[in-house]
């Protein structure tokens, strides 16, 4: 199975994510990298005012429970009126062994 590394941008606050992960596709190295907490769905700020990571949980989906792939390297989830937004780059970084042992 080949290597992605999936890059996800986010707006607030503007920075950047990035994780290697295995997957048959680029678009499934993306929600496999959210579901598996590589990268975070947002961040929030805790008590004290710092930004924290929050990691996906299935709440977050609304009632489709998922993130869906919308457009080319973004996911959305949550209310359709006011959808949340991840942003995304995906590279090939390695192809299986097995893919060239044809």
């Not at 199975?1 to 999936?6: C, G, I, K, L, N």
């Not at 680029?26 to 975070?40: F, K």
């Not at 359709?80 to 995304?88: D, G, K, M, Y």
Request: charged residues 30%; glycine residues 6%; hydrophobic residues 40%.
């Amino acid at each position: 199975m080949p290597s992605y590394r999936v890059i996800a941008h986010y707006d607030h606050p503007q920075v950047v994510r990035s994780a290697v992960v295995e997957a048959e596709s680029a678009e499934r190295a993306m929600v496999t990298a959210l579901l598996q907490h590589h990268i975070p769905a947002g961040f929030r700020r805790d008590a004290h005012g710092w930004l924290v990571e929050e990691f996906w949980r299935p709440e977050m989906g609304g009632d489709l429970r998922w993130p869906r792939v919308d457009r080319r390297w973004r996911l959305v989830w949550g209310d359709p009126r006011h959808p949340r937004v991840l942003r995304f780059e995906v590279e090939c970084v390695a192809l299986s062994p097995e893919a060239g042992a044809d």
